[in-house]
């Protein structure tokens, strides 16, 4: 039950990651800027984030095992897509197809979770599918670079197209079918959607993680390229570490909201300092700091997987009929945070002619001040229940009705 999905998510995040180690050959190959790459990279995200909520409708009525088989077999089929392109548009066209053959990859193996394991075993095994799926991003530094070499950056697409496929198939064969659940899900995200307290939390949440994925999935390797001036060894390098901090951070982070949790500490305020420390790391970067540049890069990486805290908030938001629907509500916003900062900051980037192939370092500390900026803006949004005085209104859930919400009067310090 658990490992096939935990398979799926794996290859999920060595498609996010992998562009960052064949950025060059691609570039290479088919003259591509970076507002060229960017895109390129980006779309798996708009696939990906279009897919979610048609996918946790579907998740519902038909269970995670056809409704993750099938959208793997689109994974396949974009990667070898990919792999035989021969000109640009076909590789957006393959990368679309990657971001939509694994959008169900955490869904679906959460969904597998409720179902088929004990409710106390769930936020362990949350967490342990998290850090597993995380070596995919560990397999796409050194290990792809490898074969990077061997059999270039078509075969390597060619391999991921068969593991898709078999990926497909063992979870066909291996896992059971689920009883449908009761199709609730329209109404459900409204509900979602219409609740305030979510959009307090949605800014911040899609900001941080989204920049994180954004920048671990492209960005990072044409900074130490350009800007810190290392060689493909000592980008890979960085890579491999900043795999490591994701599986690390994933672990860390769902052990510090069990350890606060039991001593009366909501998953908000270690959300809210994340996200401060990764503001302070993209500064530290910015700035030029003299701080080895492993230490604010692995920050960046281990905030990719702060959806340990934002799903612990929802959880606290909404009953558990409505929670995988609430979560797929706010990866929709994650994935599309992800896309515009990938996209955007690459349009930035070409902004300034590069030197002798190189982007001159304004071009990106001009990009990432944009990206940390939205994320200050956001950070104060999500910190203004702190910041006002005390007595605020608030939004409360009207048990009588799950649809809608009403405006309580006073209430207690803390909780507005």
Same mark, same amino acid.
């Given at each position: 039950?658990?490992?096939?999905?935990?398979?799926?998510?794996?290859?999920?995040?060595?498609?996010?990651?992998?562009?960052?180690?064949?950025?060059?050959?691609?570039?290479?190959?088919?003259?591509?800027?970076?507002?060229?790459l960017?895109?390129?990279?980006?779309v798996?995200?708009?696939?990906?984030?279009?897919a979610?909520?048609p996918? =946790?409708? +579907? @998740? $519902?009525?038909? /269970?995670? %095992?056809?409704?993750?088989?099938?959208?793997? *077999?689109?994974? &396949?089929l974009? !990667?070898?897509?990919?792999?035989?392109?021969?000109?640009?548009?076909?590789?957006?066209?393959?990368?679309?197809?990657?971001?939509?053959?694994?959008?169900?990859?955490?869904?679906?193996?959460?969904?597998?979770?409720?179902?088929?394991?004990?409710?106390?075993?769930?936020?362990?095994?949350?967490?342990?599918?998290?850090?597993?799926?995380?070596?995919?991003?560990?397999?796409?530094?050194?290990?792809? =670079?490898? +074969? @990077? $070499?061997?059999? /270039?950056? %078509?075969?390597?697409?060619?391999?991921?197209? *068969?593991a898709? &496929?078999?990926? !497909?198939?063992?979870?066909?064969?291996?896992?059971?079918?689920?009883?449908?659940?009761?199709?609730?899900?329209a109404?459900?995200?409204t509900?979602?959607?219409?609740?305030?307290?979510?959009?307090?939390?949605?800014?911040?949440?899609?900001?941080?993680?989204?920049?994180?994925?954004?920048?671990?999935?492209?960005?990072?390797?044409p900074?130490?390229?350009?800007?810190?001036?290392?060689?493909?060894?000592?980008? +890979?390098?960085?890579?491999?570490?900043m795999?490591?901090?994701?599986?690390?951070?994933?672990?860390?982070?769902?052990?510090?909201?069990?350890?606060?949790?039991?001593?009366?500490?909501?998953?908000?305020?270690?959300?809210?300092?994340?996200?401060?420390?990764?503001?302070?790391?993209?500064?530290?970067?910015?700035?030029r700091?003299?701080?080895?540049?492993?230490?604010?890069?692995?920050?960046?990486?281990?905030?990719?997987?702060?959806?340990?805290?934002?799903?612990?908030?929802?959880?606290?938001?909404?009953?558990?009929?409505?929670?995988?629907?609430?979560?797929?509500?706010?990866?929709?916003?994650?994935?599309?945070?992800?896309?515009?900062v990938?996209?955007?900051?690459?349009?930035?980037?070409q902004?300034?002619t590069?030197?002798e192939?190189?982007?001159?370092?304004?071009?990106?500390?001009?990009?990432f001040?944009?990206?940390?900026?939205?994320?200050?803006?956001?950070?104060?949004?999500?910190?203004?229940?702190?910041?006002?005085?005390?007595?605020?209104?608030?939004?409360?859930?009207?048990?009588?009705?799950?649809?809608?919400?009403?405006?309580?009067?006073?209430?207690?310090?803390?909780?507005?």
């Amino acid at each position: 039950m658990f490992l096939p999905f935990v398979a799926a998510y794996y290859l999920a995040f060595l498609f996010r990651t992998i562009n960052a180690t064949i950025a060059n050959p691609l570039a290479s190959e088919f003259g591509l800027g970076a507002g060229d790459l960017g895109l390129l990279t980006s779309v798996y995200f708009l696939t990906f984030a279009a897919a979610q909520i048609p996918i =946790a409708i +579907l @998740l $519902d009525r038909y /269970g995670p %095992r056809r409704i993750q088989c099938a959208v793997l *077999v689109a994974a &396949a089929l974009g !990667a070898a897509l990919f792999a035989v392109s021969n000109n640009y548009f076909l590789l957006l066209g393959g990368r679309a197809l990657i971001g939509l053959g694994v959008a169900a990859a955490l869904t679906a193996g959460l969904k597998a979770l409720v179902l088929w394991f004990p409710a106390e075993r769930i936020p362990l095994l949350n967490g342990l599918m998290i850090m597993l799926g995380a070596l995919g991003a560990l397999t796409a530094t050194l290990p792809a =670079a490898n +074969l @990077l $070499d061997s059999i /270039g950056w %078509r075969g390597l697409f060619e391999l991921l197209a *068969v593991a898709s &496929a078999g990926c !497909a198939l063992i979870i066909y064969v291996v896992v059971p079918e689920a009883p449908a659940a009761s199709d609730a899900t329209a109404n459900s995200i409204t509900t979602v959607y219409a609740d305030p307290r979510f959009w307090r939390l949605a800014p911040l949440s899609a900001t941080c993680i989204g920049t994180a994925w954004a920048l671990q999935g492209l960005w990072v390797a044409p900074w130490l390229s350009d800007v810190e001036g290392l060689d493909r060894t000592g980008v +890979l390098r960085h890579l491999f570490v900043m795999a490591v901090a994701l599986g690390v951070g994933a672990l860390l982070l769902g052990v510090a909201v069990d350890w606060l949790g039991r001593r009366g500490v909501g998953p908000r305020v270690p959300l809210g300092v994340v996200a401060v420390v990764f503001i302070a790391a993209q500064l530290t970067l910015i700035f030029r700091l003299p701080i080895p540049s492993y230490l604010p890069w692995a920050v960046v990486a281990a905030v990719c997987t702060a959806t340990v805290l934002s799903y612990a908030i929802l959880a606290e938001y909404f009953p558990k009929e409505i929670a995988g629907r609430a979560n797929a509500a706010l990866n929709v916003l994650h994935i599309g945070g992800a896309f515009f900062v990938q996209y955007m900051t690459g349009m930035v980037v070409q902004l300034w002619t590069p030197i002798e192939g190189h982007y001159p370092e304004v071009a990106y500390k001009t990009a990432f001040t944009v990206n940390v900026g939205l994320q200050v803006a956001a950070g104060i949004w999500f910190a203004l229940p702190w910041i006002l005085p005390r007595g605020r209104t608030r939004w409360r859930y009207h048990a009588a009705h799950s649809s809608c919400y009403v405006l309580s009067g006073r209430v207690r310090a803390g909780h507005a």
